[in-house]
């Protein structure tokens, strides 16, 4: 009977990767609405459902009704919950939400609170939460502030890519108008380096953060003065705090991380600086708390959020618009040698320029081996703009297909 059960089971094997075919489901979480809904994250709990969370309000920044919202997919089901509030600071804009489960099964909560009107007031916090499968929203249990506080790593990074940014700027062909801008946006730089509450706010998060070795804890974060990166770390799951050194380049914001296979790190991030559009990279192989010089990689960007996430079997997989200018298409990238090429791309939403913008994605692999993503979608309808978010779920098979 051993015998038989070793023969038939690599055939059982077999016959599910065969009949597993190509699928793509999407759904809308609520019907589009005027109000701004924006910056979605999704995750997987521990039961098997699905908790997406996203910012909303009557705008961003400048609005002081911005909240935290969620909603639920249950195991089995079709339906995503009725929303629920997360987290909410009466007078402020709250934004930019992300969250993942640790390996305690905590639940994690992290959002910038505005205190000014401006994304370099950011003030960066977080809730935990043990009592999130149950219906609505979680039982808080913790609700902190984490305080960013860049030490001298951060001025030697800076001391050394100013003169390389300088450098660089004085190489492109600019007009008067933008070589004037771009030397006031380096003498800002050297200012604002020196200021110890500048530098302090205006962190924020966008992507996932990432757990290496279920030991550390590495936030991506990025600043809108500065338009650079850094990565908050803590090796005690919250009681203290550190950051890395600071991955500059002219205009990199919005890191994501995945694990190389020798255990070294790499992060894309959005292309805020001037042309050609590309996913900015970088990679740390000190856990973290060093980055290598920032450059171009082989994705196109249009200046909007994306997000790259190492899979179990070792494949990367890329999510973001795939233009250099214009939201209207959202691609999906599988990489099976870590970015070297990107052999495979599916596009989730493929449509004209100016019909539409599907952008701020979050995407995790499940349990079962599919994927689930959220992004935004803004539609223009008689002439107003409507807005929700989306949830797609796909498989391997479907990426492979490739677009006709």
Known sequence: MRILWGCILPFVGICHLVAEAPFLRTQLLFEPEAWHNHGSCIVETPQGDMLICWFHGSGERKADDVMIEGSRLRRGTTSWSRRFLLADTPGYSDGNPCMFIDPQKRLWLLHTTILAHTWESALLKCRLSSDYERHGPPKWEQSEVIHVTPGPEFDAGMDFAMPRLADQAAAMSLTERQRAEVDEYLGAM???????????????????????????????????????????????????????????GGGNIQPSIALRRDG?????????????????????????????????????????????????????????????????????????????????????????????????????????????????????????????????????????????
């Open 264 to 404: 070294s790190l790499y992060t894309l991030m959005r292309d805020n600086g001037p042309p050609p559009a590309r996913l900015l990279q970088s990679d740390s192989r000190d856990r973290g708390e060093s980055w290598s010089t920032v450059t171009d990689s082989l994705l196109p960007n249009p200046g909007s959020g994306s997000e790259i996430i190492t899979l179990r079997n070792g494949d990367w997989l890329v999510i973001g618009n795939d233009t250099e200018r214009g939201r209207h298409k959202l691609a999906v990238w599988l990489s099976d040698d870590e970015g070297r090429s990107w052999k495979w791309k599916r596009h989730l939403e493929d449509r004209p320029i100016g019909h539409g913008s599907f952008h701020y994605p979050s995407v995790i692999e499940s349990k079962d081996g599919s994927f689930h993503a959220s992004y935004s979608q803004f539609l223009n309808v008689s002439d107003r703009e409507s807005k929700t978010i989306k949830h797609a779920q796909f498989n391997r098979q479907w990426i492979l297909q490739v677009d006709p």
């Open 190 to 248: 050297r200012q604002h380096t020196t200021n110890k509450l500048y530098r302090r706010l205006g962190w924020m998060t966008r992507a996932h953060p990432f757990i290496l070795e279920n030991k550390r804890l590495i936030i991506p974060l990025y600043h809108d003065g500065f338009s650079i990166s850094l990565m908050a770390i803590t090796d005690d799951w919250g009681r203290t705090w550190s950051t890395s050194s600071p991955l500059i």
